[in-house]
């Protein structure tokens, strides 16, 4: 078999020639395309990851939103359950105090009323006590026993300047007011204006007059002293002492 050597050259030479055909016409393009196709996958596989890096930051604080929004939940439910617990125990104590501010109230009404009635009830028997007293009094008063309770009643005036404190004060006095269970006799008055003559130096007028409340007995009033000698005193003094023996049980 004869070998040509120019068809062997021509045919290298048509095979390189073919081959910078090949790369100048389809090579590059083709990889320029497959080049800018790799970036553009390349660019939306960064794209996606950006997006999913978004979405899952996005997921992330919706589910720390909720969490958030669940313990605020929590805390506002926890807050109203205290606040209502707090107030329940606040009413409640305000009731036990206005129950027992109305208990002490009504016990201390009790203990006043009860004691308004035993008070009522000491007066009432001192009263009674004296009434009876009083009764006795005058169904045994006698003309002798009258005698001897007006000798005491001057026996009280000439003695007037030893009782009162300041017996000096009995020179300031010029009026004189005389009460008697009954009116007195022209004797008994003499009596009385010549003893009072000697105690007050200065006295200018004596007025009398009569009180069936004493129901035995003078007394003498002054601005600055009083002479009581009479029942009706007699008997109010036994009634306090009477009330204040009662209190005292």
Do not use: C
Not at 226 to 231: A, G, L, P, R
């Amino acid at each position: 078999m004869n070998i040509s050597w120019f068809e062997i050259i021509a045919q290298i030479i048509n095979f390189f020639i073919i081959l910078f055909i090949l790369q100048k016409l389809l090579y590059k393009p083709v990889m320029k395309a497959m080049a800018q196709r790799q970036e553009r996958i390349q660019k939306a596989q960064i794209e996606a990851d950006m997006k999913m890096k978004e979405a899952t930051e996005l997921i992330d604080a919706y589910d720390k939103k909720i969490e958030d929004m669940q313990n605020e939940k929590r805390e506002i439910l926890e807050d109203a359950r205290t606040q209502a617990q707090e107030k329940k125990e606040s009413l409640l104590g305000d009731y036990k105090k206005e129950a027992e501010s109305k208990r002490r109230v009504y016990l201390k009404e009790i203990e006043d009323e009860k004691e308004n009635f035993a008070r009522h009830l000491r007066k009432n028997l001192g009263e009674s006590a004296v009434k009876i007293a009083s009764h006795i009094l005058n169904a045994i008063s006698t003309k002798g026993l009258e005698g001897e309770v007006f000798n005491t009643f001057i026996f009280e005036l000439k003695n007037m300047n030893k009782n009162i404190p300041d017996p000096e004060d009995l020179k300031e006095e010029e009026h004189v007011q005389i009460n008697s269970f009954q009116d007195l006799s022209k004797d008994e008055k003499k009596t009385i204006e010549d003893v009072l003559k000697k105690q007050l130096k200065n006295v200018k007028e004596i007025n009398y007059d009569t009180d069936p409340a004493l129901i035995l007995g003078y007394e003498l009033l002054l601005e600055t002293y009083t002479v009581h000698t009479n029942i009706k005193n007699y008997l109010n003094e036994i009634e306090k002492d009477i009330i204040k023996s009662l209190d005292a049980n």
